[in-house]
């Protein structure tokens, strides 16, 4: 079992960054791939982002490519997400999830998942 917990939402104004951090207890954290999703009210929830065990590989939704970052510490059994540049449209509930497969961006392949951090972008 790996529990997760989200913290860093918040409201920020258009152009500005935040950092998302995804706290992991249980079970050989470093064994799994870490994503980051989002979802904004009436829509599905969409992939924004993950890395591998070792953070050698990384994916990212284009939506967000070049303004966002993920990163990990499996000292720290944490993954974070840098959002700078931010968008109105970026506006959501960020979920952190765990997967022991290869990295995906498929929501379904995920064992894991956090309950969530609303962050608000104003324009």
């Known amino acids: 079992q790996v529990q997760l917990v989200e913290s860093g939402g918040g409201l920020v104004q258009a152009g500005g960054s935040l950092r998302l951090s995804c706290a992991a207890s249980?079970?050989?954290?470093?064994?799994?791939?870490m994503g980051w999703f989002r979802q904004a009210p009436g829509k599905e929830r969409e992939f924004v982002a993950a890395?591998?065990?070792?953070?050698?590989?990384?994916l990212y939704a284009d939506s967000v490519k070049g303004r966002f970052t993920i990163s990990r510490d499996n000292a720290k059994n944490t993954v974070y997400l840098q959002m700078n540049s931010l968008k109105p449209e970026d506006t959501a509930v960020y979920y952190c999830?765990?997967?022991?497969?290869?990295?995906?961006?498929?929501?379904?392949?995920?064992?894991?998942w956090g309950q969530g951090t609303q962050v608000t972008v104003s324009s």
């Open positions: 249980g079970r050989a954290f470093s064994n799994y791939g």
């Open positions: 999830a765990a997967e022991m497969g290869p990295i995906t961006v498929v929501a379904g392949l995920y064992d894991y």
């Open positions: 890395t591998t065990w070792s953070g050698g590989r990384k």
